[in-house]
Structures are given as C-alpha cells and as structure tokens.
Nanobody
Framework: VQLQACGGGLVQAGGSLRLSCAAS????????MGWFRQTPGKEREFVAA????????KYADFGKGRFAISRDNTQNTVYLQMNSLKPDDTAVYYC????????????????????WGQGTLVTVSS
C-alpha cells in the first residue's frame, strides 16, 4: 500500500492550498481516508476524514468552514482544500487510510489508520 501526498508549500496567511493524496495497492473505496497534521514536539492531530462511499465528512474544529475534504474513488485520490490559511496551520500534513467494513464510518484517531503517506509540508507566513 502506498499513499503519495503532495500539494504542500509556502503560502501567505489568508491564502489557499489544495493537498492531494494518491493511493495505490489498495481497493480505495474500502478505506476511510483522513488527513492529519503534526508540528515538532506535538502529537499528530486530526484534520479531516471522509467516509468510503457517500462522502460523509468530519472536521476538526479548527478546520470547519475553512477546510474541505473530498475523494475521487475513480482516481484513488483524496483531497484537502485549505482556505483562509493561518500561521497556526503550519505543519506537516499526512494522509492516512483505514480499512472499514461500513459505508458511513469515519475515524478521527491516528491509531485507527493502518496506512500513512510520507507527509507534505505546509508553511503559512504571517
């Protein structure tokens, strides 16, 4: 299983970025997909997740109204659109996949995810 994340970079506060994560070696639509982020010295924290089929989503409070997660099961790809970025959003962002047997499950804890991408750095300047 491989998850390849990309789309990070340097952006000014108030700007936008779109992260992508392409999955291979999995039956993509059997996996809940999530985004997490981590800064040095802190634990990895939940950002957003999307269910397998119906597009059910869940967001961390800091992302509500600013971030949007989506998936394209035909392209085996999950996206994270991030708008109105703040310096506090600076982190390495990781995509993750969790095998699920139900169509509406969503997981917010890192321990529920078996597969992780390599991370992409997002830096928001003030």
């Amino acid at each position: 299983v491989q998850l390849q994340a990309c789309g990070g970079g340097l952006v000014q506060a108030g700007g936008s970025l779109r992260l992508s994560c392409a999955a291979s070696g999995v039956t993509f639509m059997t996996y809940v997909m999530g985004w997490f982020r981590q800064t040095p010295g802190k634990e990895r924290e939940f950002v957003a997740a999307v269910g397998r089929i119906y597009g059910t989503t869940k967001y961390a409070d800091f992302g509500k109204g600013r971030f949007a997660i989506s998936r394209d099961n035909t392209q085996n790809t999950v996206y994270l659109q991030m708008n109105s970025l703040k310096p506090d959003d600076t982190a390495v962002y990781y995509c993750a996949a969790s095998r699920s047997s139900t169509s509406r499950e969503i997981f917010t804890t890192p321990l529920r995810y078996e597969h992780w991408g390599q991370g992409t750095l997002v830096t928001v300047s003030s």
